[in-house]
């Protein structure tokens, strides 16, 4: 079965300082991988997929199938950076399986 | 539409009684989601839909919950007989292809 693990509950940098999120699954096929933010009062939304190798609001993420890890970074935090943040799973059944997700607070 | 509409955003509802959720998808997205979070909890998946396939229900917690979805558009999700433990928010998405989630912003549903 799959699974989405998201070690940090919570996440704490100072603004300018470098952010990585970490993100391991578990899936036997081939997978695609997301990662979703959730600002402040506001709905859940893609941030960016390893299928297009994109940066998005300067994070990155790079799939790495050796250690099934997906980890999320970015090297200068912002303090609206500060979110709720979501690694998502997604296999040939057709849904996603998402981790309990990351708290990350952008301090200044 | 223009996003994922869901309603209503919030509702209080007895023990005991019936709900219904409603989610209107992006229009020609064939995928439809229900999903549930719960506080300081992740994501639990409820229902699946794609096209005119069946329905993947593995999700659903009970036989209390139901969702249909009617001419590959909207759907509802009713939950029957509601228990305190069902408060939480009720995300919806839908998507085309493999190209991510579009999320609704949610029904807040509390069980008093």
């Known amino acids: 079965a799959q699974r989405v693990t998201q070690p940090e509950k919570l996440l704490s940098v100072f603004k300018g300082a470098p952010v990585e999120l970490k993100c391991n699954y578990s899936?036997?096929?081939?997978?695609?991988l997301f990662w979703y933010v959730q600002y402040s009062r506001q709905r859940l939304q893609l941030l960016l997929r390893?299928?297009s190798r994109e940066s998005i609001k300067g994070f990155t993420a790079d799939l790495n199938k050796g250690e099934t890890s997906f980890h999320l970074k970015k090297p200068f935090a912002q303090e609206e950076d500060s979110a709720m943040y979501y690694c998502a799973l997604n296999t040939n059944a057709g849904k996603s399986t998402f981790g309990d997700g990351t708290t990350l607070t952008v301090k200044p | 539409g223009a996003g994922v509409s869901q309603s209503p955003s919030n509702k209080v509802t007895e023990k005991g009684k019936d709900v219904e959720l409603r989610c209107d998808p992006i229009s020609g997205h064939t995928a439809l989601y229900w999903y549930r979070q719960s506080l300081g909890q992740g994501l639990e998946f409820l229902i699946y839909?794609?096209?005119?396939?069946?329905?993947?229900k593995s999700g659903l917690p009970s036989d209390r919950f139901s969702a249909e979805r009617t001419g590959g558009s909207v759907s509802t999700l009713t939950i029957q007989r509601t228990q305190q433990e069902d408060s939480a928010v009720y995300l919806c998405?839908?998507?085309?292809?493999?190209?991510?989630?579009?999320f609704g912003s949610g029904t807040r549903l509390t069980v008093v």
């Open positions: 899936y036997s096929g081939s997978p695609e």
């Open positions: 390893h299928i």
């Open positions: 839909f794609q096209g005119n396939s069946a329905p993947d």
């Open positions: 998405a839908s998507s085309f292809r493999d190209a991510g989630y579009t």
